[in-house]
């Protein structure tokens, strides 16, 4: 063989085996990599530790818990690419379908006197109650669980929202500590919310009722805790029982590029409104029905003058939505506006209200 094929040889072989080599130097990089970042967690566990002693619970409590936490790294990939924020609205939407719907009917069918009864105690109409459920957990069927201490602690520990898990990571061992549930009881979803009402470990703090009197919270069975735990949290918000929270409307000719830009003068609207700016004005209804916006079928607005803010739907659609205060208070359950529409949407189609 001549000198230069020798060495192209030698040049081939050679380029063949970098690929094995820079593959073989990734994994010990990533393994490394690995076991810095499990010793940085399970310092910062320590250092949580000794905070939460500060903050009263109990050092029983603490040893209980912390040992079993384990990182859980599909929580963060989780946090980062939420429905509600990355899907368009009539991608979103598509959850009010008639299996939500039915099934909705379906658990008014069973539990409909305990749930009209409970919803009423809180000046809440029942139809959202139950569509928070249909959309939060699917009236209870979907599976939560997912170990609750190891989410919230990875996503404190992951930064982007540090903090507010770090308080979240409190709250839930504070239920444990209190006796409110034990550290097996604790299942939430990815995003480290509880039971069938995914609340957080300090909503549940805050807004969970043992409605009952059994002397405990039950959110993780279809009941009357369930029922006025979502109940109370809306009710909590300011909650008009004496309203809806908005309908579906036409737009003038021209669409949405007809009307005032979004954030043109208007009112000042309630308190538990003014924090969602993106929502745009606020007018009377009958400013609405001024500027040419009509009901869905093209008939006009309610005579009754309610502040109202226009949503409109995906770039180009024409669709819009006027909303009403408690749609804020739906907002405060989960400030994403595809959220709160589909809440209102099949709140209406399980109690067949039509516009």
């Not at 097996?184 to 979803?189: N, V």
């Not at 036409?250 to 009307?259: A, D, F, M, N």
């Not at 009112?267 to 040419?292: I, N, V, Y």
Request: charged content about 25%; aromatic content about 10%.
């Amino acid at each position: 063989m001549q000198l230069s094929s020798i060495k192209n040889l030698v040049v081939l072989i050679g380029a063949l085996l970098l690929p094995l080599t820079l593959s073989a130097q990734d994994t010990d990089q990533q393994t490394a990599n690995g076991t810095d970042n499990e010793a940085a967690f399970q310092s910062w566990l320590a250092e949580f530790r000794e905070d939460a002693l500060a903050r009263g619970i109990s050092a029983a409590t603490l040893d209980r818990v912390l040992p079993e936490i384990r990182q859980q790294r599909q929580a963060v990939q989780a946090d980062r690419s939420q429905a509600e924020f990355v899907n368009t609205y009539e991608r979103y939407l598509r959850r009010v379908n008639m299996s939500r719907i039915e099934a909705g009917k379906d658990l008014m069918e069973e539990y409909g006197d305990m749930i009209r009864e409970v919803s009423a105690e809180y000046g809440v109409q029942h139809r959202f109650v139950v569509a928070i459920l249909g959309l939060e957990s699917n009236y209870g069927s979907f599976p939560i669980t997912e170990p609750l201490f190891s989410v919230i602690a990875t996503l404190a520990f992951d930064g982007r929202r540090g903090e507010m898990f770090r308080n979240e990571l409190y709250a839930a061992l504070e239920i444990v500590d209190k006796g409110y549930a034990t550290p097996e009881m604790m299942k939430s979803s990815w995003a480290g919310a509880l039971g069938i009402v995914q609340f957080t470990p300090s909503s549940f703090l805050r807004r969970a009722v043992d409605h009952d009197g059994d002397g405990r919270i039950d959110l993780w069975t279809m009941g009357p805790d369930v029922i006025a735990s979502v109940a109370n949290y809306l009710s909590s918000t300011g909650w008009r029982d004496d309203q809806t929270w908005g309908r579906e409307v036409s737009l003038p000719p021209g669409g949405e590029h007809s009307l005032p830009a979004p954030q043109s003068a208007g009112m000042t609207p309630e308190a538990q409104c003014r924090s969602f700016e993106s929502m745009g004005a606020w007018r009377p209804l009958a400013d609405w029905q001024q500027l040419g916006v009509r009901r869905a079928d093209g008939s006009d607005l309610p005579t009754r003058n309610l502040p109202a803010a226009l949503l409109i739907g995906d770039e180009g659609d024409d669709k819009g939505y006027l909303v009403y205060r408690n749609f804020c208070s739906i907002m405060r359950y989960n400030p994403a506006f595809r959220y709160a529409l589909s809440v209102s949407l099949l709140a209406d189609a399980i109690d067949d209200i039509r516009d």
